[in-house]
């Protein structure tokens, strides 16, 4: 089945930098557009990064824009997020998402989408 594998979370101070990391296996990886989403405690969920299967195309949500840079190794089966100028309202649970198709991160159902554990980042001083 399906696993996917959050780590590279942990406690950061503005302005710094930290490297999450997705282990991905039980399906083929190149297949699937892959994303990262996030959510603070009490609070809605937010997307944050996509990247295509073959990674032709990269999405980033305003929020992040700038700051973090997405990449996938398909020889590795795993995706990263490169989260640099951190600030305080980073901080949340990210989790690796596993999308609908190689160009589809979702269409509406969050039923067809796979989810790692999440792992924690906090950024405070």
């Known amino acids: 089945q399906v696993q996917l594998v959050e780590s590279g979370g942990g406690l950061a101070q503005p302005g710094g930098s930290l490297r999450l990391s997705c282990a991905a296996s039980?399906?083929?990886?190149?297949?699937?557009?892959m994303s990262w989403a996030r959510q603070a405690p009490g609070k809605g969920l937010e997307w944050v990064s996509g990247?295509?299967?073959?990674?032709?195309?990269?999405y980033y949500a305003d929020s992040g824009k700038g700051r973090f840079t997405i990449h996938r190794d398909n020889a590795k089966n795993t995706v990263t997020l490169q989260m640099n100028s951190l600030k305080a309202e980073d901080t949340a649970l990210y989790y690796c998402?596993?999308?609908?198709?190689?160009?589809?991160?979702?269409?509406?159902?969050?039923?067809?989408?796979?989810w790692g554990q999440g792992t924690q980042v906090t950024v405070s001083s």
């Open positions: 998402v596993k999308g609908e198709g190689p160009g589809t991160y979702y269409t509406g159902s969050m039923s067809r989408l796979a």
């Open positions: 039980g399906f083929t990886f190149s297949n699937y557009a």
């Open positions: 990247i295509y299967g073959d990674g032709s195309d990269k």
